[in-house]
């Protein structure tokens, strides 16, 4: 199993970027897929998920109206864009997969890519 984040790096203060994590070893149209985000000295937080069909999204309030969390269940790959970026959404954003099955979770992390929002 592997989820591989790509796409971060640093921009400037209003500026965009796109993150992409491509999963492979697992039947990735069966999991919801999530991007979570930790920013030095603070503890990991949800940024956005996206159901198994991608019918459904939820963010946390922080990102709504600037994030857009979707999925290529063709590619394996699910998507963050990132708009209109400020210094505090710099972070290592990860990719994450879970599925439930009656009492079972299933999940699988990505190792992380760098954000850093800085002029």
């Known amino acids: 199993v592997q989820l591989v984040e790509s796409g971060g790096g640093l921009v400037q203060p209003g500026g965009s970027l796109r993150l992409s994590c491509a999963a492979s070893?697992?039947?990735?149209?069966?999991?919801?897929m999530s991007w979570y985000r930790q920013a030095p000295g603070k503890e990991r937080e949800l940024v956005a998920t996206?159901?198994?069909?991608?019918?459904?999204?939820n963010y946390a309030d922080s990102m709504k109206g600037r994030f857009t969390i979707s999925r290529d269940n063709a590619k394996n790959t699910v998507y963050l864009q990132m708009n209109s970026l400020k210094p505090e959404d710099t972070a290592v954003y990860y990719c994450?997969?879970?599925?439930?099955?009656?009492?079972?979770?299933?999940?699988?992390w990505g190792q992380g890519t760098q954000v850093t929002v800085s002029s």
């Open positions: 994450r997969a879970v599925r439930r099955v009656t009492i079972v979770t299933y999940s699988y």
């Open positions: 070893g697992f039947t990735f149209s069966n999991y919801d």
């Open positions: 996206i159901t198994s069909a991608g019918g459904s999204t």
